[in-house]
Nanobody
Framework: QVQVVESGGGLVQPGGSLRLSCTAS????????MGWYRQAPGKQREIVARIISAGGRTTYADSGKGRFTISRDNAKNTVYLQMNSLKPEDTAVYYC???????????????WGQGTQVTVSS
């Protein structure tokens, strides 16, 4: 079993900052990549940012470039999303996704966290 757990969401005023955390645990041989996605009411889930474990290459959606930073702590199997200059349109449930090689099967599987609500409002 693999668990992916997010934390750090909440209510913030426009222009404010939040840092989300996501930790993967369990039957993990290696983590190949981790990413953040979000889903606003009535909209499809979309990627926010992603980081590859080998080399640390990052990719960002245009909506977050220059405002969001994804980083990782490999020793803790944790990825972070620092969000600055938040806007009301950033309001969504933010989900963590982990691309993991499972120890027991050595298969690559993708796991989702339960999501954390981010609300940007005055």
């Amino acid at each position: 079993q693999v668990q992916v757990v997010e934390s750090g969401g909440g209510l913030v005023q426009p222009g404010g900052s939040l840092r989300l955390s996501c930790t993967a645990s369990g039957n993990i041989s290696s983590i190949n990549a981790m990413g953040w996605y979000r889903q606003a009411p009535g909209k499809q889930r979309e990627i926010v940012a992603r980081i590859i474990s080998a080399g640390g290459r990052t990719t960002y959606a245009d909506s977050g470039k220059g405002r969001f930073t994804i980083s990782r702590d490999n020793a803790k199997n944790t990825v972070y999303l620092q969000m600055n200059s938040l806007k009301p349109e950033d309001t969504a449930v933010y989900y963590c996704n982990a691309d993991i090689t499972v120890t027991s099967t050595l298969r690559n599987m993708r796991y989702w966290g339960q999501g954390t609500q981010v609300t940007v409002s005055s």
